[in-house]
């Protein structure tokens, strides 16, 4: 909404806004993959069947790398936040890039590949780690917009509605 916003701001006849909203679209539909790979990875322990455990991990390293990608991306183009913030972010995004391609080579060449090519577990576990870091990191960047946005919850009662006693002792 934040990003939205601030789009909805920018001076149109400088920018290809059509563009920029293209690539935030991509952005937020990356960031709901990355959520259902991390649901996923929860759901399905590596013990248990790592087969599916590590379909939905690389949904969800790759899908928000992918995301903060774009999301970096358009900042840049559209200079949404400061040039500090941006440089940051890129390299937050470049280190995370580097540690996924490690462990992920770890996994599809090594593992399953069963072709050694000196990574192994130790270092593709830091790597994973790493990339998950960067990945918090970079949300932290946000500090300032999340500080400005509010959520609103709001209940209402309607009198004259009957909730019935369901065997609750407090009712």
């Known amino acids: 909404h934040v990003v939205d916003t601030r789009l909805a701001q920018l001076d149109r006849s400088v920018l290809?806004?059509?563009?920029?909203?293209?690539?935030?679209?991509?952005?937020?539909?990356?960031?709901?993959?990355?959520?259902?790979?991390?649901?996923?990875?929860?759901?399905?322990?590596h013990g248990v069947d790592h087969k599916i455990h590590n379909f939905f991990a690389a949904t969800f390293i790759l899908a928000a790398l992918l995301h903060f990608v774009f999301e970096s991306r358009l900042e840049?183009?559209?200079?949404?936040?400061s040039p500090l913030a941006r440089y940051t972010r890129r390299c937050l995004v470049w280190v995370a890039g580097i540690m996924c391609a490690?462990?992920?080579?770890?996994?599809?060449?090594e593992e399953v590949g069963s072709t050694p090519i000196g990574i192994?577990?130790?270092?593709?576990?830091?790597?994973?780690?790493?990339?998950?870091?960067?990945?918090?990191?970079?949300?932290?960047?946000?500090?300032?917009?999340?500080?400005?946005?509010?959520?609103?919850?709001?209940?209402?009662?309607?009198?004259?509605?009957?909730?019935?006693?369901?065997?609750?002792?407090?009712?």
């Open 16 to 45: 290809d806004l059509a563009r920029l909203e293209n690539i935030h679209q991509v952005s937020l539909c990356a960031a709901v993959s990355a959520t259902l790979g991390g649901l996923g990875v929860a759901a399905y322990q």
């Open 76 to 81: 840049c183009l559209a200079g949404l936040s």
């Open 102 to 109: 490690t462990f992920l080579s770890h996994v599809c060449v």
């Open 120 to 171: 192994g577990k130790l270092r593709a576990a830091k790597a994973e780690i790493l990339t998950c870091l960067c990945f918090l990191v970079y949300l932290a960047t946000y500090t300032r917009s999340f500080r400005e946005t509010t959520l609103t919850l709001s209940v209402a009662y309607t009198p004259g509605i009957r909730v019935e006693d369901r065997g609750d002792p407090d009712h």
